[in-house]
């Protein structure tokens, strides 16, 4: 079963980029015969933050993107061997530009003119590499189109005429590729820069037709009926909330009919948006998710006009969620999602995360932003979540091959999730997964319940064998606590740990019966990069010791 699934995506993916490098010929064949517009009829805002600093160090011909730093020496950057294939994204998607509008002045136009001139020069007539990969060309014109004002600011006719044909190039290459593009947040970015395109460009209304119709496909078959994003990253929502939101005033400042679905899709995402919103007001860290500017964040949620108290539970992305007091816990009890749309799923299922006050205490490792491949895989493994692992084994599998982006091809199948509130008034969810099922004959269950004053977290992690199953030899299980690098912990003896946040707030984490013990850990998804943090682990086996109970209570 393993190796033909693998097979078929193997055979769908050759197939994909066959027919995409033909398409990419007939581009390079006919590109000259495309029609380019002579002005740009608005652009469209951009929410992301601006860093004044950034714009700075442009200005004195160095450039901090993705954690490394390029000197130039006043010349373009694209004539140099760039840091990383990171920097290198983030340098020809030109998101950086909104970094220039901090001034209006003509020295920041001027410097970020010399640039787009230098990658019109040296790119925009080859069409390869990481500057034409589609998610970068999609990001790409939505920030030339946003920044535009400070590209264009004093700009001669000939250099404003080389603008305007290469964005429109871009455009079309945009159009004849969005069939190649692969599935998920990059074709949906895709399909927000065509529709942005058509209204901040001239264009014939079959065209305004067509972009809305095709984003309009996009929320169908991307955003699910809960607000949450098919591929179960909760980052991806506010990704694509921060280019949603300057089009839906676009087409509203312009008079435009609005795509259908514009409207009622961001109402949708929005309460999923504050689902997975912590105490501290991060994002949890699920799932590829990594850490969030906290800005971006605020001014996403000042255009939250459905506001209200989070979702207990995410039934269509398969999260739950338990608050109390200043507690809340965020728990992952789905599956990974099918086939390519698993390509930055995490094998973290049953895993949760917990939050209290203004902290995070305990967390999984996250997705690194900035980092070599490695890291990325090793960060999406069950050992960097807050569940239990078998024999050093994830609970799902990857794909042995980059060539179909490691896609999950094996695992968790079925997670079967229960909930109810007892008598006293605590919160419980109940939930199983088969990922450990085919391999090792067990199911892993996990119990999570919140007392009604949010000060007590009880956990049970139980392995059950089905009653057909039969297994002599035994296995090696370890529950692991990932803890946030901001909080300290403290032994206080060998069942017991003391967790301690920065302005003093402290958890007991026990287990009665069990050692708990503190190890070196690393966090993924620190906005400074991957870094040090802690970890508590209890290690158990099958079937001599088949369920442990730990605790976790408020002590300040």
Known sequence: MLSGRFSSLYVGEAWRRMRCRAALLRLRLFRHGSYAPDRLIVAPTDLRAIDPHVAEEILSGRFPLAGRLLETGGKSPFTFSLPSRSFALRLHSFGWLRHM?????????NVARAIVGSWL?????????????????????????????????????????RFMRSLAFQVRFLRRMAQYAPPGEVRFRLRIALAMASIAMPARASVLR???????????????????????????????????????????NLGHDLPQKLISGIDRMYPALRFFRHQDGDLALFNGATSTQANELVSLLRYDETAGEPFKAMPHSRYQRLAAGRT????????????????????????FEMSSGRHRFIVNSGSPKFAARRYIQIARTTAAHTTVTLNDTSSSRFAPSEFVANVIVDGVQNVNVERAIADDGRDVIKASHDGYLKT????????LTLNAT?????????????????????????????????????????????????DGEAWLFSTPGN????????????????????????????????EIRWFLSRRS
């Open 440 to 447: 090792f004959g067990v199911l892993h269950e996990r119990e």
């Open 101 to 109: 509008r901090t001034k209006k002045s003509d020295l920041h136009s």
């Open 454 to 502: 949010g000060s007590i977290l009880t956990g049970c992690d139980r392995l059950i064998m089905p009653e057909e199953r039969k297994r002599d030899e035994p296995l090696r299980a370890t529950a692991r606590f990932h803890v946030h690098p901001s909080i300290n912990l403290n032994r206080m003896d060998r069942e017991s740990v003391l967790m301690t946040a920065p």
């Open 121 to 161: 020069s040296i790119h925009g007539g080859r069409i390869e590499g990481i500057a034409w990969e589609i998610d970068v060309t999609a990001q790409r014109v939505i920030a030339w189109l946003s920044h535009s004002p400070v590209v264009l600011y004093n700009a001669d006719r000939g250099f404003y005429r």
């Open 210 to 252: 067509k972009a809305a119709d095709a984003l309009d496909l996009e929320f169908d078959s991307q955003i699910l009926p809960d607000g949450g994003h098919i591929s179960r990253n909760p980052r991806a929502g506010l990704e694509l909330l921060l280019d949603l939101l300057p089009l839906r005033q676009t087409y509203v």
């Open 328 to 351: 809340a816990v965020i728990a992952d009890t789905g599956a990974p999602p099918p086939g390519r749309q698993s390509q930055t799923a995490h094998a973290g299922s049953l895993s």
């Open 515 to 546: 050692e708990a013990l503190i190890s070196d850990d690393v966090f993924f998804a620190d906005a400074s990069g991957v870094c040090g943090s802690d970890q508590i682990e209890i290690s158990f086996s099958y079937p001599e010791k088949p």
